[in-house]
Every structure is written in structure tokens, then in C-alpha cells.
Nanobody, 125 residues
């Protein structure tokens, strides 16, 4: 398993941008697909974006397509989520997840996977 630590959250006005980072340690990073999920207050955690092991197979949830960009730098054991044109409805705790399985990291990481502790993103109107 890898350990994941997110950073980069904060308070931003609508229309602004943030870049989240997810840094992994303790495993072979390139063996893991990585996904971002988010959980608004009082709601379930939902999938946002995923990236495959070498940076391919990128896929986004419909509401963030064209505004969010996921990328990874395997040399730095880091995945990024560039968030542009932020909206108040993007307000949530953002979590990164890792799993050797591309499909499991989208839904629910397995026992071989991991979750980070989350970073708060707040978008004001």
C-alpha cells in the first residue's frame, strides 16, 4: 500500500483556480491508478477524476469536464488536480485514492489501495 497526502485546498472565489496535489510514499507509485473524489458536507463521497498508471486513461465526472485537469508526475510520486472556473457547488473535501486496479480506484479502493486524509476546497459565490 501507498500512503497518500493531499494539499492545495483553500478558499477561492467563484471563477478562480486551485491546484491540488496528492503525494504518495511507501510503494511503487507507477503501479497505482489514482483518482480524486470529493465529499460535500452532509453528502456522500463521489468520484471526480482518474488517471492511469503512466498518465493515460484519463476520465472525468461530467460536471467537471472542461474545468478540471488531472495529471501525474511519477518521478515525483505526485498526482495533480488543476481546478479552473470553480463554482460554489465544487465546495467539498477532496480526497485522492490509489489502487492497482483502474476500475476499483474509481469506485472503492480495495485492500491493496489507499485513501488520503482529504483537503478542504471552499468556493464562495
Amino acid at each position: 500500500q501507498v500512503n497518500l497526502v493531499e494539499s492545495g485546498g483553500g478558499l477561492v472565489q467563484a471563477g478562480g483556480s486551485l491546484r491540488l496535489s496528492c503525494v504518495a510514499s511507501g510503494g511503487t507509485f507507477s503501479n497505482y491508478a489514482i483518482a480524486w473524489h470529493r465529499q460535500p458536507a452532509g453528502k456522500k463521497r463521489v468520484f471526480v477524476a482518474v488517471i492511469g498508471w503512466e498518465g493515460g486513461r484519463v476520465f472525468y465526472e461530467d460536471s467537471v469536464k472542461g474545468r478540471f485537469t488531472i495529471s501525474r508526475d511519477n518521478a515525483k510520486n505526485t498526482v495533480y488536480l488543476q481546478m479552473d472556473d470553480l463554482k460554489p457547488e465544487d465546495t467539498a473535501i477532496y480526497y485522492c485514492a490509489a489502487d492497482p486496479s483502474y476500475h476499483k480506484v474509481i469506485n472503492d479502493p480495495s485492500s491493496q489501495g489507499s485513501w488520503g486524509q482529504g483537503t478542504q476546497v471552499t468556493v464562495s459565490a
